[in-house]
């Protein structure tokens, strides 16, 4: 876990007992960390305008405010449903482990009232897919970030293993499957790997210029493709 995460994690935790008070020990021990890490990050808390305080004593430690918002905005019920639907798509895709994450800061910056109503509203709310053995290798995510080569081993639809050097180029996602475009080196073009047949994967540590992607070489024969992707007109 990162600062940033941890950070946030933090306010989750303090809030979560509130107005009960956490020891910079025990806070330690759950986020593997040192004691002295938890009070700088507890400093910069405060720091930043989070009312954390200090309780002396035996049975003391740091308490906030289970009123606290990190931000002065929250999410709306509906954001913060949404973002948590969203969020939930991504449970068997390379970048689950960061969806976890985000979902912990969606909490910490929706107030209690609010929060109360979105799991409520979100316990009825279920996503349907295949069941994989596997999940996709969360180093795929990585990969695209780094731009590194990969070494994966991948198993085709006959149950045929290959190890490949690939070049990670993006992502398609379809249902419950995540697919890695990339550019194989074995056959000499851009394939489509399921994440659930790649059973393992480790960069190379090369980092070779990046390939284009483009729509025409994914192949795409059914369906509608669609980019994500931030812009000023997004809704």
């Known amino acids: 876990m990162n600062r940033t995460d941890r950070l946030y994690a933090l306010v989750e935790e303090l809030r979560a007992v509130a107005p009960r008070p956490r020891s910079a020990r025990w806070l330690a021990e759950k986020f593997a960390v040192s004691s002295r890490t938890i009070e700088r990050d507890l400093s910069a808390l405060q ?14 430690g740091y308490c906030l405010d289970s009123g606290h918002t990190l931000a002065p905005l929250g999410f709306t019920v509906d954001e913060a449903l949404a973002v948590i639907v969203a969020l939930g798509t991504l449970a068997t895709s390379p970048f689950r482990d960061a969806a976890t994450s985000a979902l912990r800061k969606v909490v910490a910056v929706t107030d209690d009232r609010s929060l109360r109503e979105t799991a409520d509203l979100a316990t009825r709310i279920h996503l349907l897919g295949e069941h994989r053995s596997n999940d996709a290798p969360r180093e795929l995510a990585n990969a695209l970030r780094t731009g590194h080569v990969l070494q994966i081993i991948y198993t085709d639809r006959n149950g045929i293993a290959t190890s490949r050097n690939v070049e990670p180029m993006g992502f398609v996602g379809k249902g419950s499957d995540w697919y890695l475009i990339a550019w194989c080196r074995l056959r000499d073009g851009v394939r489509a790997f399921r994440g659930d047949r790649i059973t393992e994967a480790k960069p190379t540590g090369e980092r070779p210029p990046r390939r284009p992607l483009r729509v025409e070489d994914l192949g795409i024969v059914e369906g509608e493709l669609r980019m994500v992707g931030l812009s000023e007109n997004s809704p």
């Open 47 to 60: 720091q930043s305008g989070v009312p954390i305080w200090a309780e002396p004593g035996r049975t003391g």
